[in-house]
């Protein structure tokens, strides 16, 4: 089995590639690439695709590279092959990203907007930075063994606002309740980065290259 990071000079590579390949190791389950090749992520039956900055930022880096987003869609979408998406990169799912008032499309894998967070409480600060407790979690394989009150790292001033309530697999409470992870069929996505996110992070990431949607 092969797992492939997307590299698209948007995300903190060392550190996932770090973290799923010690999951990997201790799972046995195959081996992680980090490459922008379309080659190899059509060769791939694992694919993460982490992000970090603004949603308008991040899509202009992935779509630069011929073919590399056409290659994601066609084993996602077209192959099945299971997704992850994580923070910027899970936000790209949504249908629209709307940051400082640029409507920018996003894949339209999971229906919805990414938007700014609204706390109803002055006291509280965005962005989200820091630890913070899951709430809402949802039964998937991919949670198996993540339950609410389960601690994880965030950073981020948007959230991915899901048209379908389903698709809400997680949430997080910084004044109102904002999205944490989202996912369908063979794609999930975290607002929070699990390669930060010590056991909570680990336990996903090993569920998730062993997940057999």
């Known amino acids: 089995m092969i797992c492939a990071i997307i590299d698209y000079e948007s995300g903190n590579l060392h550190s996932a590639e770090k973290s799923f390949q010690r999951m990997a190791n201790e799972t046995g389950v195959g081996r992680i690439v980090v490459t922008s090749d379309p080659v190899e992520v059509l060769r791939a039956d694992r694919i993460v695709l982490p992000g970090v900055g603004a949603f308008a930022d991040c ?22 092959v299971p997704f992850l998406g994580i923070c910027v990169g899970q936000q790209m799912m949504a249908t629209w990203g709307r940051e400082h008032g ?35 979690c949802a039964s998937h394989p991919v949670l198996d063994g993540i339950k609410d009150g389960d601690h994880a790292y965030f950073v981020h001033s948007y959230h991915l606002k899901a048209d379908n309530p389903e698709h809400v697999l997680g949430q997080v409470k910084h004044g109102r309740a904002i999205t944490a992870m989202v996912g369908r069929d063979n794609l999930i996505g975290t607002q929070f980065h699990p390669e930060k996110s010590q056991q909570t992070g680990l336990r996903l990431i090993g569920n998730f290259l062993s997940w057999k949607p």
Do not use: S, Y
């Open 59 to 80: 899509r202009e880096g992935l779509f630069a590279r011929e073919g590399l987003f056409e290659a994601i869609e066609t084993r996602v979408i077209r192959d099945g």
């Open 102 to 136: 640029i409507d920018c499309r996003g894949f339209d894998w999971i229906p919805g907007e990414v938007v700014a967070i609204e706390t109803g409480d002055p006291t509280l600060k965005v962005p989200h930075m820091g630890w913070n407790a899951l709430v809402n």
